[in-house]
């Protein structure tokens, strides 16, 4: 009886005054066990935990190992290897354009669509969240971001601003402002926030109950490193506070009953840590690199306390919020994901296998196993995946590896061949979508937040290889820094056969910032600094494919300058 009522209501939205609204809360490197609502006692989530006591819990949810595939299969329903999204940066985790989002659905169903925090799916349009359903964007678009205060060269729709405050905390307010300004019309608010991942910074109100906290649940990995979960336990606490200001503002407003409230996470935990006992962390197709939260409350339409426990992936979002919602999805490329209503009814769900890739390495989930390469784990027994159960269960591992081999004859596997388009007024190039040749090298080896140094010599080079889609006149704008014993270096903008010449005179040199509030060591994450705007002129570009090359034709002193990220504005 209960499934017939609680069917009766998911099927009726189009039948309430206005379609609900949906929030969609998506945490970035936080493990499934990273909730004290899944047992760990080493901190409290209590808002985070009121989802799933006023909603449903689901039991066995799967993303990516890593955060641009799982964002790319939330944002379209369809598996990241089809939609383009390869890699986590230097332009391979765009998603291609020929693919529908999330937004674009709701969007043209008449909502109101705001994203608000880490996007990581293209940062030139037609790549940018703008350009992608999304009326109102604020955040940024790179993988991650070297400091987490007052952070430089955020983005709000398309123009360079200045944050205020911890990240998390300006990306919640800016969603609050938001909700605030249209809770009159149905609204699709995306709340990708930053955290728990590194640079491992926390205010020091956050920060002071975990100090010198001896954990009481562990990883079974030795190398557990405390400072890190720690912090992590600190960053998790944050989120929670701004998960509670957001329900709060919703029971405000009187909207709590017309909105859909999803959270869940991108992979698994970044760290060794406590983490149900599972195998695998982020990065890995194993069941801990890949288990992730998800919490999915609707009062009055989703039973309290619910419990799902078929297996359900990211690719099932979409699907699932335009069913309960009663938004049609428009015909376009067929989806990898299926509704989940059924499943929230706790009606019985078809056999399915959920497929997970990252990096050439592949697993298969079913209900109850793993095939990881060509090993087949019982998940029901063996979370940690210590015992091969393949030559037991002959026919389970034949289906799974038949239906692995059949998904991998279907993707797109090979090297991302894409150009970084210009393509609107404002093209950002920041330093990670680049590439140096000759003596100039990254501030660190993750690209995503860093800058170009060592640039000594006239025969280096820094290009990126652009696509120019409308002809004409554009200011070139580089984010530069430049000691005052360096000045009087002459540079060169070239793109094809055309040349602009600037000479640096105006001294820059800030220090580099970030690891100092840093909550436990950064690894392969660039600080950052207060990059300067210099317009070095205009340049007329044709329409086509080449690099736009940065080079020096005089060398004043040790260097030329650091780059950050060079802009093309076009001139009316």
Not at 78 to 101: A, F, K, P, Q
Not at 142 to 156: I, N, P
Not at 197 to 225: C, G, I, T, Y
Not at 396 to 421: H, N, Q
Request: glycine share 8%; net charge neutral.
């Amino acid at each position: 009886m209960r499934s017939l009522f609680l069917l009766a209501l998911l099927a009726a939205p189009a039948l309430q005054e206005r379609r609900p609204n949906i929030v969609v809360i998506l945490t970035d490197d936080q493990g499934w066990g990273d909730l004290s609502v899944n047992g760990n006692t080493n901190l409290a989530t209590p808002a985070v935990d009121s989802l799933a006591r006023d909603g449903a819990l689901f039991e066995h949810f799967y993303v990516q190992p890593v955060c641009s595939p799982t964002r790319a299969e939330m944002l379209t329903g369809r598996y990241h290897l089809r939609g383009g999204v390869r890699n986590v940066t230097s332009g391979g985790e765009r998603l291609n354009l020929d693919e529908r989002t999330i937004a674009n659905v709701f969007k043209g169903a008449g909502y109101a669509t705001g994203a608000f925090g880490k996007w990581h799916n293209g940062s030139q349009h037609p790549y940018h969240p703008n350009a992608r359903g999304f009326d109102e964007y604020y955040g940024f678009t790179s993988g991650h971001w070297g400091d987490y205060f007052d952070a430089l060269l955020l983005d709000h729709n398309g123009q360079l601003v200045r944050g205020k405050g911890f990240l998390p905390d300006d990306f919640t307010d800016r969603a609050l402002e938001w909700i605030s300004a249209n809770k009159d019309r149905p609204f699709f608010c995306y709340l990708p926030l930053n955290t728990p991942h590194s640079p491992l910074q926390v205010p020091d109100k956050w920060f002071a109950k975990f100090a010198s906290f001896e954990p009481r649940m562990k990883s079974e990995d030795a190398k557990e490193d405390l400072a890190t979960t720690r912090a992590v336990l600190a960053m998790t606490e944050n989120i929670d506070w701004n998960v509670g200001r957001l329900l709060r503002r919703l029971d405000e407003l009187n909207l709590a009953k017309d909105t859909i409230v999803v959270y869940f996470s991108d992979n698994g935990p970044n760290s060794s840590r406590w983490n149900g006992g599972m195998k695998g962390k982020k990065g890995s197709v194993d069941e801990g690199g890949v288990r992730s939260p998800l919490l999915m409350r609707w009062p009055g339409k989703i039973t309290p306390g619910s419990r799902v426990r078929p297996i359900a992936g990211a690719i099932d979002l979409l699907p699932t919020l335009t069913d309960l919602a009663g938004v049609a999805i428009p015909a376009g490329k067929p989806l990898d994901g299926i509704s989940l209503k059924r499943a929230l009814a706790g009606e019985a769900m078809p056999d399915r296998m959920i497929l997970n890739h990252w990096a050439g390495k592949f697993s298969v989930r079913s209900q109850r196993y793993r095939l990881v390469q060509s090993q087949l784990y019982d998940l029901d027994t063996d979370p940690g995946q210590k015992t091969d159960v393949g030559f037991d269960q002959a026919d389970v591992l034949g289906r799974m590896s038949k239906a692995l081999e059949k998904w991998k004859s279907e993707m797109t596997l090979g090297k991302d061949d894409r150009p970084f388009t210009v393509a609107s007024k404002f093209t950002p190039l920041p330093a990670r979508d680049g590439e140096s040749r000759g003596e100039v090298k990254r501030s660190a080896k993750a690209p995503n937040c860093s800058y170009f140094t060592n640039w000594t010599r006239p025969e280096d080079r820094i290009t990126w290889d652009v696509e120019v889609a409308q002809a004409g006149r554009y200011d070139a704008v580089v984010y530069y820094s430049c000691a005052k014993e360096d000045l009087g270096s002459t540079i060169e903008l070239s793109f094809q056969d055309r040349r602009l010449e600037a000479t640096v005179s105006d001294a820059h040199d800030p220090p580099a910032y970030g690891p100092e509030k840093d909550r436990a060591n950064r690894g392969t994450e660039s600080p950052v600094k207060d990059f300067k705007p210099w317009r070095l002129g205009t340049i007329e570009l044709p329409a086509g494919r080449a690099p736009l090359t940065l080079r020096a034709l005089k060398v004043a002193g040790s260097r030329v300058m650091e780059v950050r990220q060079l802009e093309l504005i076009r001139v009316n």
